[in-house]
């Protein structure tokens, strides 16, 4: 592993663990508000305004989940090796996708027909654009010059 991804490894493990604290703190902030109003289902369902308590709470709430989200993200970024890659790697069965650039083949291995325009184009079915042109194959050469005077 190059030494920038582990640096970057132990870094990142580090904002995990800083962005849990920070949920704490906002827990606790939570935790210290007062209770739901008892209109509360009329003011989430838009009927009564909003009050500063249900929009702190809210706002707390959401913070909270999005925060413990992105710490568990970190985390298993953190500790992530190469071995555990491979073995959550999943090769996939799937044929390639067709590549509009260069008219490859696609997953029922027909390629693109040439347009009828004569330009050497191909057309891509799938969304229209064209390909560029094939090479054609090599011409013959000229004859030689050099026993000409």
């Known amino acids: 592993m190059h030494p920038a991804t582990r640096e970057a490894q132990i870094t990142v493990g580090v904002i995990a663990r800083s962005l849990r604290a920070y949920v704490n703190l906002l827990e606790g902030v939570h935790a210290a508000l007062p209770p739901e109003p008892k209109n509360i289902e009329r003011i989430l369902e838009g009927y009564l305004p909003y009050k500063v308590s249900v929009e702190v709470r ?20 953190a500790r992530m090796t190469r071995r555990e890659l491979r073995r959550e790697f999943t090769p996939r069965t799937d044929a390639p996708p067709r590549d509009p650039i260069h008219g490859l083949e696609d997953a029922g291995g027909e390629e693109s027909s040439s347009s009828s325009d004569g330009s050497g184009s191909e057309s891509n079915a799938a969304d229209g654009t064209l390909a560029p042109p094939r090479r054609r194959a090599r011409q013959r050469r000229r004859p030689s010059r050099r026993g000409q005077a």
């Open 58 to 77: 809210a706002a707390l709430e959401i913070s909270c989940k999005d925060l413990r989200d992105a710490a568990d993200r970190l985390e298993r970024a």
